[in-house]
């Protein structure tokens, strides 16, 4: 076998035996069982102290919503002042400037959404002061509360019936303190041995082989690069994020941190499993994710270790694969791994330039994160999932002729407008933001000139620069097509506003329907109760995923990444 697709596989096969060891001990956190790791206690009692809290006071639906919703508030005006004062902070040896309110914005949204959307260099763009206190703890938070926010829903779930589903401080500490921190440092030492730089000091001179002088950036690099991976955030510690060779040093970071990457996402699934006590349907969430991502790794390795035609029809060998954009050190089939990874996570670090990958390539990573329910982020991945499986059960059930229900519950007329906005909103800000910008550079090209130009590829490749954009932000992934130019008015505040409307508005809608669904009478299955933990209905959910969340798209990939596909 092709020593880069054994290394693809060993990296998959590593990842889903370590992801469910850890799922297992997520339910145990979540459960306030005892284990391992309750030596953080006098941590996170000091915590709760010092902030007010108490953390076994039961919230009903509306009250974990407000909680997660203020605190989330709180930060982004926290970052936003941070970035627009960072030139006169401390912890700035190389003298960077304070970012614009502009691009301020668009980064504390992006950050506190857990995107990662970075219209900036990271070495040149922030300095170390906001790197640890604003990237690196909204890295933290953001990952917590979808992690929170998710444990609140297994939690409604696993209580026949009840008014409450936990509460979002305990979960929110419990998720940093006990699996974000740990992981997070041995992810980190990692790192370090294998050179990613851990300092406070400035640029440092080197001299070239060629013997002329360089500034190399540096800083605290491996305290924020574990977090990134681990929490699905993705910002780049410096602008060519995880391609740089201080961030991603060797092969062996390279396993580690894209088993990072999918390590969390595939874990709550099988928390999901164990918390419930129903780990048939956690089985099957998990096989149909975990089918949507090997079909998508296959057709990216395939795409990628066979070249670009047009190369080979000019008689040019292309051993290695198509290695443009790529680093050598990883090769095509690792690079490619990581493209679907990262885009089925919402991660959005790359380890080569998404830009230069093959068009079929850059159709499964905008797929990815269009149907955004493959693993996705830590917590709302499954949690959108969640939604589509509120959809498949009132369908199969109206197909069968019976009341749709889901664990027990009712599925009635609130639950299906929730979830069906939900559905909807993701595909229509996407396409609503990609046709808002196309029709700017046809019928008002003075403004985008104005903003310094938009696009450096014109024709269908421009066309997936822009879609990918707005498809990047709204699966709050944090990834892009580079041939954007994207520090402009337009593009700040666009994706700022597709950031928030994609990221709150799913949460507050999957846990009000977890929080009705909770409060409704559990109604013991019976010989006609439609089961959902089976792969036929797996199959079912899926194909609706398929329908509602893909099929809206193709349209525009028609007239992009498949018009490229061929014209090649």
């Known amino acids: 076998m092709n020593t880069e697709i054994l290394g693809v596989a060993l990296q998959i096969i590593l990842v889903v035996i370590m992801a469910y060891p850890l799922g297992k001990y997520i339910a145990t956190v979540y459960r306030g069982d005892r284990c391992w790791s309750d030596f953080m206690k006098p941590v996170e009692r000091f915590i709760y102290r010092l902030c007010g809290i108490d953390p076994k006071e039961e919230m009903n639906w509306k009250q974990f919503l407000k909680s997660l919703l203020t605190l989330n508030a709180f930060w982004l005006v926290w970052g ?33 959404v857990n995107c990662n959307l ?32 998710m444990a609140g829903v297994m939690k409604s779930i696993a209580t026949k019936t009840t008014k409450t589903i936990g509460n979002f401080w305990n979960f929110l ?30 640029k440092m001179k080197i001299t070239t082989l060629e013997g002329h002088e360089q500034l190399v950036s540096q800083g605290p690099a491996a305290a924020i690069i574990p977090i990134k991976q681990l929490g699905t955030n993705g910002g780049g510690f410096f602008g060519a994020n995880s ?47 975990f089918f949507a991502f090997i079909v998508g790794v296959g057709i990216s390795v395939h795409q990628e270790m066979r070249g670009n035609p047009r190369i080979t029809a000019m008689g040019i060998s292309q051993t290695g694969g198509a290695m443009e954009g790529k680093e050598v050190r990883f090769g095509a089939g690792a690079t490619a791994l990581w493209g679907v990874a990262t885009t089925c996570t919402s991660n959005g670090s790359v380890n080569g330039m998404h830009d230069s990958m093959m068009p079929l390539s850059g159709l ?31 369908i199969s059930g109206l197909m069968v002729g019976r009341t749709p229900e889901f664990l027990g519950k009712k599925i009635e007329a609130r639950e299906m407008k929730i979830a069906t906005f939900v559905a909807l909103l993701h595909p229509f800000i996407i396409l609503v933001g990609t046709a808002l910008s196309c029709y700017l550079i046809a019928h008002h090209p003075g403004y985008v000139s104005s903003e310094g130009g938009w696009l450096a590829n014109p024709g269908f490749h421009g066309l997936s620069e822009q879609f990918y954009e707005f498809t990047s932000s709204a699966a709050n992934n944090g990834s892009g097509f580079e041939g954007l130019n994207d520090n402009t008015h337009f593009w700040n505040y666009a994706t700022a506003w597709v950031l928030m409307l994609g990221r709150f508005i799913p949460i507050v ?26 792969m036929t209905f797996g199959i079912m959910t899926f194909a609706v995923i398929m329908i509602i969340a893909a099929l809206s798209f193709f349209p525009v990939h028609a007239l992009s990444t498949v018009a490229e596909h061929f014209g090649l």
Not at 88 to 104: E, I
């Open 80 to 112: 936003m002042l941070l970035l627009v004062l960072q030139g006169w902070l401390p912890l700035n040896p190389d003298g960077n400037r304070a970012q614009t309110a502009v691009q301020a914005f668009n980064t504390a949204v992006s950050f506190m």
């Open 118 to 149: 970075q219209h900036y260099s990271g070495e040149s763009g922030l300095t170390y002061f906001t790197q640890l206190f604003v990237i690196m703890l909204f890295q933290f938070v953001a990952a917590a509360t979808g992690m929170a926010a």
């Open 243 to 289: 391609a740089h060779p201080l961030e991603n040093p060797s092969y062996l970071t390279n396993i580690v941190e894209c088993c990072a990457i999918l390590l969390v996402p595939m874990a709550m699934i099988f928390a999901l499993g164990f918390y419930t006590k129903r780990k048939k349907l956690a089985y099957s969430i998990f096989t149909v994710m």
């Open 509 to 534: 809608g999957q846990v009000a329907i977890a929080g009705l669904l909770a409060e409704k009478k559990f109604i013991p299955e019976g010989t006609g109760t439609l089961k959902t933990d089976t």
């Open 364 to 394: 499964v990573q905008m797929l990815n994160m269009q149907t955004n329910t493959w693993f996705s982020g830590v917590g709302v991945g499954w949690m959108n999932y969640y939604t589509f499986i509120i959809i498949a059960v009132f």
């Open 173 to 202: 500490v419990l998720s940093c303190t006990r699996v974000l921190l740990p992981l997070s440092l041995i992810v980190g030492f990692i790192l370090i041995l294998q050179g990613t730089p851990m300092t406070f000091e400035g």
